[in-house]
């Protein structure tokens, strides 16, 4: 993984918090000592359920590069049946990171020895009290664990200030718990 500029993609579908996600994270990391953060979603059809991306960079300096990420250090997937519609992989570095939403073990997938993290989000985020299919609190959680880029109580505080009013306890309560079930392992 590059040191001066991590580049991440998080793909979900129009609904789940994917570029609410990215906005937090981008938030923490900003507060968290990076001076540059930068964050470009990028929309489809725009509607509930179609697939949405959105691109972050972060870096200890200021960020001057601007274009689209096309070779990501991570890549966080909302939804791992985003995986049967699109090469969700596309240019995920070779000792990249995959950070992956499922109800599937660990070993159901085959990345080509990539670093992959799983946690059942959607389960979790259920069990914290909030609406089935909000997502991207919980998996904020298990970025801060598989990545090791930015401590979970400094993200649960960011969480915190995003949804200050509305369920702020429950986001951070799915994203501890994914942060807690996350497993990690080279597939």
């Known amino acids: 993984m590059r040191k001066d500029i991590i580049e991440i993609r998080w793909h979900g579908r129009g609904g789940q918090g994917a570029i609410t996600a990215a906005k937090i994270v981008a938030n923490a990391a900003f507060v968290s000592g990076y001076k540059g953060v930068v964050m470009a979603p990028t929309f489809g059809t725009e509607r509930r359920g179609a697939p949405v991306m959105t691109s972050l960079k972060i870096a200890k300096t ?90 979970m109580d400094v993200l649960a505080t960011a969480i915190g200030e995003e949804f200050k009013g509305k369920n702020s306890g429950k986001n951070i309560e799915a994203a501890r718990l994914a942060y807690n079930s996350t497993l990690i392992g080279d597939r």
């Open 62 to 151: 200021k960020i001057y590069d601007l274009s689209p990420i096309t070779t990501p250090d991570m890549v966080v997937v909302l939804d791992h049946l985003l995986l049967e519609e699109a090469d969700i992989t596309n240019g995920l570095k070779q000792d990249g990171l995959m950070i992956l939403n499922t109800p599937k073990p660990l070993n159901s997938y085959n990345f080509n020895g990539m670093k992959l993290a799983v946690a059942d989000v959607t389960s979790l985020a259920t069990e914290a009290g909030l609406k089935k299919g909000i997502v991207n609190t919980g998996i904020i959680g298990s970025f801060s664990k598989a990545s090791e880029l930015l401590d």
